[in-house]
């Protein structure tokens, strides 16, 4: 996965819809903490992990990958809102970990270091939140091309959300 390419297209974006919005000036950073969360729990909502009462399966996989997708344009605009999207080389060395937590444990991690990162937005805070969520790729079995080629066409739907002033 190009990370440096994904942080670049996202400043893009960002840009685009904040002048659009007239917040150049604005602090986003709690706002795109919350969106990300939520993003999140649109995701977890899909896979249907946590629904012990419920015999229906998760969507399909597309639908899983591009909810994957919007929580990465919300992750990695958070790493451009705290300068901390110079990044790329230690993110490159991700590796698959082993998944010691189940689905639903893991959907709570990321929360965490969601939460940890609004609390103490550091370098390492973001790192470990970019490495958590990035595991939660492997758990749905999305390979990094396959989140990367996402990206690039939500990016594109959301420039066209922009021009319909969605």
Not at 59 to 65: D, G, M, N, R, Y
Not at 96 to 101: A, F, I
Not at 113 to 134: G, I, M, Q, S, V
């Amino acid at each position: 996965m190009d990370i440096k390419r994904l942080f670049q297209m996202q400043r893009e974006l960002d840009h685009t819809i904040e002048t659009k919005n007239n917040l150049q000036d604005e602090d986003l950073f709690e706002r795109k903490v919350f969106a990300f969360v939520v993003e999140v729990a649109e995701l977890a909502n899909e896979t249907r992990c946590f629904k012990f009462w419920s015999q229906k399966g998760p969507s399909k996989k597309e639908i899983l990958l591009e909810e994957y997708v919007d929580g990465i344009h919300f992750l990695l605009s958070l790493g451009i809102e705290k300068k901390l999207d110079s990044i790329e080389s230690e993110l490159e060395k991700v590796k698959e970990e082993p998944k010691n937590l189940n689905l639903t444990s893991h959907f709570i991690k990321v929360n965490e270091e969601a939460l940890a990162f609004f609390h103490n937005p550091t370098r390492e805070a973001y790192l470990k939140l970019f490495y958590t969520y990035l595991q939660l790729a492997s758990f749905l079995d999305f390979s990094l091309i396959e989140v990367e080629e996402a990206y690039f066409a939500k990016n594109k739907v959301n420039y066209q959300r922009q021009e319909s002033n969605y």
